[in-house]
Every structure is written in C-alpha cells, then in structure tokens.
C-alpha cells in the first residue's frame, strides 16, 4: 500500500523558512516522479513542484521559482521542499504526491498524503 | 499556463441521480485530463486519468470523457460517499487545475 506522511509545517514569519518533508513507503520510491501541491484555505489546489526519480529534473511553479527548492533522498525514501522567503500568500496546506512515471513529463498525482499546513503570519 | 474552467461550480443533487461536471481547456489538451474527488479535510483521490481511464479501486459509476478541449465527469445513481468537491487537471503542459466543482446533496 503506497503511503506518504508529510511534516514539518508550522507557523512562520514572513520572510522566513521551512523544511517540509514527506516519507514514502509501499513502492519503489526512486522510480517515480514526485511532487509538491497545495491548498489554500477554502481554495481550489495549486501546483508547486515536482522532481524526477533521479533528482536531476525540478520543475517549479512560477509563484515559488527561486525562493523553493524540491529535492529527495532515495536512500531515505523522503522528498523535500525547502521554502525560503515566505509570504503570506504561501499559506496552505501542502500535500506530497506520488506520480505514475520516472520522469515529470505528463503529471499525473496517482496518490496523495494527508497535507501538512504551513501558515505565513506575524 | 492552460486554463480549466470547471462547471458548474456547485451542484446540488439526490442519491440515486445521475450528474455530469464539465471541464474546458484553454487550448486543445489531446486526451491529458484527470478527475481528484475531495472530501472535507482529506486530500484528493484520483478517479479517472488520460480522460476516460478509471483508476483502480474507483467505482464503476465513475466516467470520464472527451478530448481537445472538452471533457467531462459523470457519476451515474449517485452514493452518499459522492457528495465532495470535483476538480480536473491537465497533464498536457506545467499541471494546473480547475477551480473545483461542489456537489452538495439537495
């Protein structure tokens, strides 16, 4: 059974930064594409992220480029998102997504974890 | 970016009854469309992807259709578990999403 526990959200300030991270269990975790969506609250969902199987291809939504970084660690059966310069705008939850392919090319998110929510506040 | 423009945007429907949900591209998309039902508090779950293909576990009152730009979600005699939010997603470029469609029960 394919299983993904995201965690490290939280409250922040703006401008500052946080470390999510999801650990997959039930397949082959560096065979498959994965990503990063969130939901703002009482929102629709937005796509943030996704990386290869390798770790070699990113892909970033335009409202985060430069200030998130995807990355995982196949060894750890984890993927991350580290955001930096946070605003108040980035509050969601965000939820890590398993893809059907090795590679990001036609995304599709087969599986979902439970979210993990991130709020942006002074 | 594409765009999806889900309607309606609420819905309100009996158990037993049929509804449809509508998905339009901005440009033609091929077959690249997917349907996430999503409950309160929970995260979406996959039900159809590629336009028409039903994901394993989903039931078979679950279809999808269309191609280019328009497609659509039918959900034939409606359970009590159905009543959630719809949204649809091409996987044709960068993912995006339609705004979502709620079905409420009348």
């Known amino acids: 059974e394919v299983q993904l526990l995201e965690s490290g959200g939280g409250l922040v300030q703006p401008g500052g930064s946080l470390r999510l991270s999801c650990a997959a269990s039930g397949f082959t975790f560096s065979s498959y594409a994965m990503s990063w969506v969130r939901q703002a609250p009482g929102k629709g969902l937005e796509w943030v992220s996704s990386i290869s199987g390798s770790g070699t291809l990113t892909y970033y939504a335009d409202s985060v480029k430069g200030r998130f970084t995807i990355s995982r660690d196949n060894s750890k059966n984890t993927l991350y998102l580290q955001m930096n310069s946070l605003r108040a705008d980035d509050t969601a939850v965000y939820y890590c997504a398993k893809d059907g392919l090795y590679d990001p090319i036609v995304i599709i998110f087969y599986y979902w974890g439970q979210g993990t929510l991130v709020t942006v506040s002074s | 970016d594409i765009q999806l423009t889900q309607s309606p945007s609420s819905l309100s429907a009996s158990v037993g009854d049929r509804v449809t949900i509508a998905c339009r591209a901005s440009?033609?998309?091929?077959?690249?469309l997917n349907w996430y039902q999503q409950k309160p508090g929970k995260a979406p779950k996959l039900l159809i992807f590629?336009?028409?293909s039903l994901q394993s576990g989903v039931p078979s009152r679950f279809t999808g259709s269309g191609s280019g730009t328009d497609f659509t979600l039918a959900i034939s005699s409606l359970q009590p578990e159905d009543f959630a939010t719809y949204y649809c997603?091409?996987?044709?470029?960068?993912?995006?999403f339609g705004l979502g469609t709620r079905l409420e029960t009348k």
């Open positions: 440009q033609s998309i091929s077959s690249y």
């Open positions: 590629s336009a028409s």
């Open positions: 997603q091409q996987s044709f470029s960068t993912p995006t």
